[in-house]
């Protein structure tokens, strides 16, 4: 199962940094709502190219700091994102942000109540919530054009399905290395699709 893990990985990093260089060629032609999906793309690419290189070249055992980052970077660029396409007053931003550097600094605060896993699937259900709402006012509002609904779809399943993976992860008191490794392939293909629907969606857009 770890040649699974690795493989599964490779592509998911390949596919994340094909993504990004469309992502950067098409940023002339998205609307203004529509170029946060690079930054968010970019900003995963950062974190994946920073945690590569922290245990690959210097050799770091322990990472975990980069966690809280990357939770609080991701739910701030979604649900930032999510507020411009909805409508939503800029006055929801105030709470989006309270809770972006909630979750970056919740860990260290009130370790005893919340660690970094509490503070990711409670991130990951409120982006549900709101990729939900996106899709939602696109099945109510047909004729109104969303150039990424699939992205917005896929976004909705990725983050659904890794709020189940975590559930059963910590229903199962021991986990073996090939359960570990599954887990974690399974996690990586998900992002792929994600990815995946990136590249497309780039491909296919038009000035």
């Known amino acids: 199962?770890?040649?699974?893990?690795?493989?599964?990985?490779?592509?998911?990093?390949?596919?994340?940094?094909?993504?990004?260089?469309?992502?950067?060629?098409?940023?002339?032609?998205?609307?203004?709502?529509?170029?946060?999906?690079?930054?968010?793309?970019?900003?995963?690419?950062?974190?994946?190219?920073?945690?590569?290189?922290?245990?690959?070249?210097?050799?770091?055992?322990?990472?975990?700091?980069?966690?809280?980052?990357?939770?609080?970077?991701?739910?701030?660029?979604?649900?930032?994102?999510?507020?411009?396409?909805?409508?939503?007053?800029?006055?929801?931003?105030?709470?989006?942000?309270?809770?972006?550097?909630g979750f970056l600094l919740m860990n260290k605060t009130f370790k005893v109540c919340f660690n970094d896993d509490v503070v990711k699937v409670t991130s990951n259900i409120i982006i549900i919530c709101f990729a939900g709402s996106i899709l939602l006012q696109q099945i109510k509002n047909n004729k109104a054009i969303n150039r990424f609904i699939l992205v917005d779809a896929c976004i909705f399943f990725y983050y659904s399905v890794s709020v189940f993976i975590f559930i059963i992860q910590h229903q199962i008191a021991t986990l073996s290395e090939d359960d570990y490794y599954t887990i974690l392939g399974t996690n990586n293909i998900l992002s792929s699709i994600l990815y995946g629907s990136f590249i497309y969606t780039f491909i296919k857009l038009k000035k």
């Open 1 to 101: 199962m770890h040649g699974y893990f690795i493989t599964t990985w490779g592509i998911t990093n390949f596919l994340l940094l094909v993504s990004l260089i469309f992502g950067i060629a098409k940023y002339s032609v998205l609307k203004k709502e529509e170029k946060q999906y690079v930054f968010y793309i970019g900003f995963l690419f950062f974190i994946e190219a920073a945690t590569n290189f922290l245990t690959v070249i210097l050799h770091y055992k322990d990472t975990s700091f980069l966690y809280p980052i990357y939770i609080a970077g991701e739910f701030f660029l979604l649900t930032s994102l999510f507020i411009r396409k909805l409508g939503i007053s800029k006055y929801g931003w105030i709470p989006v942000a309270v809770l972006s550097l």
